[in-house]
């Protein structure tokens, strides 16, 4: 079933260290490589069923990772 599915993917998740995952995860990280790789943002909102783009913006986690300058900022 799909509660099962879940169960063996929250285990295997847990087994590497991610102890929060949920379906929005997954949705995430698919709208967010589909963007990516020059993925169109009204073309991620219909494959994510999506009525509005701004939804579908939420779900982009391409502008997260920190670059080369802010990282440079991190003085130990």
């Known amino acids: ?3 099962d599915v879940y169960s063996m993917i929250k285990r295997s998740a847990k087994k590497v260290g991610f ?3 949920t379906c929005h995860t997954f ?7 589909y963007m990516e ?3 169109m943002l ?4 219909k494959i994510a ?4 783009s701004r ?8 502008d ?3 670059n080369r300058q802010e990282v440079e900022r991190i003085i130990l």
């Open 27 to 33: 949705r995430a990280t698919g709208i967010t490589v």
């Open 55 to 62: 939804t579908t913006k939420l779900y982009d986690r391409s």
């Open 37 to 39: 790789n020059g993925g």
């Open 64 to 66: 997260d990772s920190p």
């Open 42 to 45: 009204e073309r991620a909102q």
């Open 1 to 3: 079933t799909r509660f």
């Open 19 to 21: 102890d929060n995952v």
């Open 49 to 52: 069923g999506h009525s509005d």
